[in-house]
């Protein structure tokens, strides 16, 4: 792929925060995210140019998620994998139950019949 023509979905570091957004491929370089001054970007974005290294606004790249040829390609990538769910989990103090703390499948003969809940309760059943 060439780079002038990529899209990149990326993470980086903006006003103490992380941010997460799509941007021409050319505007990453050496683990940074340049990105025009002023209020209106979307010429330049549109166009793809050239970042100016010396007058646009720069941020520490955190990490490129997903590339591609088409733009709208990246807006629609919204994968999160499961370490970074993780990660983000452990920072909000969240606890997953693992796995192994699940029963997925009893079989009857397993548990005593007066422990069965639909014979204990449901006198319909019981005939």
Not at 55 to 65: E, H, Y
Not at 85 to 99: I, L, P, S, T, Y
Not at 103 to 114: C, F, K, R, S, T
Request: charged content about 40%; proline content about 5%.
């Amino acid at each position: 792929m060439n780079a002038y023509k990529q899209w990149v979905r990326a993470v980086w570091f903006e006003n103490g925060r992380e941010v997460e957004g799509v941007a021409p491929g050319t505007w990453i370089k050496r683990g940074t995210v340049f990105w025009p001054k002023g209020t209106n970007a979307e010429p330049a974005y549109l166009d793809r140019e050239e970042p100016n290294e010396k007058t646009w606004r720069s941020f520490k790249l955190v990490k490129v998620k997903f590339t591609s040829d088409k733009e709208e390609d990246c807006h629609e990538y919204d994968a999160t994998t499961a370490e970074e769910e993780d990660d983000q989990d452990n920072r909000r103090g969240v606890k997953r139950k693992k796995e192994e703390d699940f029963l997925y499948e009893m079989d009857e003969a397993d548990a005593p019949i007066d422990s069965i809940p639909c014979q204990k309760h449901h006198a319909w059943m019981q005939a």
